[in-house]
């Protein structure tokens, strides 16, 4: 099994609303990471868990929160989010951290209205 | 720091046509390169990678790219383009392998008829 599986794949929310994108895999990865892609744009880092502590937080905003309850899924919590946070949200494993190929999901679209 | 430099936001070949592109990369460091390839509304999965080992690299769907210290170049290539190669693709660079990944700005490749 070598995939990444992202629940919703699309989601429209207000900005007041409190909603959560989820990640699962099963490849027995120790690394997960959350990735914001703008249309057109590269994927940019938002953060890095390994062993399921918190490794790497790229200043994002509060409004952002991720979660890992275990090894194998990554929560990332989303409240009072803004217009201008539209985007693939995607999430991926590897097998440590930043060590090996990174899989990848296909991606939560969130349109923020 | 590294980084990459991917030349041509977008390049288009006709059907059974040369593909080629191009990545540079600055690094102080022996990189680890690698090329992913994103299809429409999907996540990225990752074609080739150069882990300092044979100089050219071979991936998945007839991809090939070559290392070129002296030209700091990591140029993707395929003999023949397939419709289906129609996709965003992009360049990465890792200081040693175990730093975070540093994509380049993509180029979305067009396969003409």
């Known amino acids: 099994d070598t995939e990444v599986t992202q629940t919703p794949k699309h989601l429209v929310m207000g900005m007041t609303n409190k909603k959560s994108l989820k990640c699962e895999q099963h490849?027995?990865?120790?690394?997960m990471y959350w990735y914001k892609q703008k249309a057109k744009k590269p994927p940019e880092l938002m953060f890095v868990?390994?062993?399921?502590?918190?490794?790497i937080n790229e200043s994002v905003p509060s409004r952002f929160s991720p979660e890992c309850p275990n090894s194998s899924l990554l929560n990332l919590h989303l409240h009072a989010l803004q217009p201008e946070d539209s985007a693939l949200y995607l999430c991926?494993?590897?097998?440590?951290?930043?060590?090996?190929?990174?899989?990848f999901g296909e991606g939560s679209r969130l349109t923020v209205l | 720091a590294q980084s990459v430099t991917q030349l041509g936001s977008h390049v288009s070949v006709s059907e059974g046509a040369l593909v080629l592109l191009r990545c540079n990369y600055s690094s102080s460091v022996p990189p680890y390169l690698f090329w992913y390839v994103q299809y429409p509304n999907q996540g990225l999965q990752l074609l080739l990678k150069y882990t300092s080992a044979a100089t050219l690299v071979k991936g998945i769907n007839g991809f090939e790219a070559e290392f070129k210290k002296s030209e700091t170049s990591f140029h993707l290539t395929k003999p023949s383009a397939h419709m289906s190669d129609a996709a965003e693709y992009f360049c990465a660079v890792s200081d040693r392998g175990n730093e975070k990944l540093t994509f380049g700005t993509g180029t979305r490749l067009t396969i003409i008829p």
């Open positions: 868990y390994s062993y399921e502590k918190l490794s």
């Open positions: 991926a494993s590897s097998q440590d951290l930043f060590v090996g190929e990174l899989f």
């Open positions: 490849m027995g990865h120790r690394a």
